[in-house]
């Protein structure tokens, strides 16, 4: 028997050895699952990070908990939370529950407690006046702002969880980046928005407008 025959044999049984000890039973592993929350987004905003998988502990054949290890054709578990306020970690039983309906050829043994603690807050929105700081407005000497100060939009709406929207104060005031000014002013100045991904704004830019004029001797 040259080498090469009897590498061909040496593959041949690992191979049938492997598919027989993935057919049998009796394994138990933890795996990873993939997990969907669900909640109503328009009234509730999570504060903390909500689990993408979660671990549990399963006893299968050695086929079945490789599929499920490695996600083959496995859809994500949905949970949905009625009332996030009042609720703040997944319910281990009915995660139980769902995973034995849906994993009908692997014992599900439990569900570990890791990761399953969330927080959320009311999602509110807070309307903001935007103004243009005159005073901080640098002017060449002799030049004084000669007309109102145009700012469009002149409010704007940020959205978001209940504790940070509150904090914000009802004038955001924006700031002339021009030196030595002499002419009329008409740009784009950026809000000063907080900077806290979880706020939104509608708008993140004003149109400042006002015109400069020369004091006469």
Not at 75 to 95: C, F, G, M, W
Not at 116 to 126: A, C, M, S
Not at 198 to 213: I, P
């Amino acid at each position: 028997m040259n080498f090469k025959t009897l590498v061909l044999c040496f593959i041949a049984a690992s191979v049938y050895w492997l598919l027989n000890a993935l057919n049998k039973s009796g394994y138990t592993t933890r795996i990873n699952y993939p997990i969907d929350i669900r909640y109503n987004d328009s009234l509730y905003i999570p504060v903390s990070p909500l689990p993408k998988t979660i671990k549990v502990s399963v006893s299968s054949t050695g086929w079945n908990l490789l599929k499920d290890n490695f996600f083959f054709n496995v859809s994500p578990l949905e949970y949905e939370i009625v009332n996030p306020e009042l609720q703040n970690h997944l319910d281990t039983a009915v995660l139980t529950e769902k995973l034995t309906q849906k994993l009908r050829n692997t014992k599900v043994n439990f569900v570990s407690t890791d990761t399953l603690v969330f927080n959320f807050e009311k999602k509110i929105r807070k309307t903001i006046v935007l103004k243009v700081d005159s005073i901080a407005v640098d002017l060449e000497k002799n030049f004084v702002i000669a007309s109102l100060i145009n700012v469009t939009p002149a409010e704007i709406v940020i959205e978001g969880p209940a504790s940070a929207v509150n904090d914000l104060k009802d004038t955001f005031y924006l700031k002339v980046p021009a030196r030595n000014l002499a002419i009329n002013y008409d740009d784009k100045i950026r809000v000063p928005l907080p900077r806290n991904p979880m706020l939104k704004a509608s708008a993140e830019k004003a149109a400042v407008s006002f015109e400069v004029a020369e004091l006469l001797k």
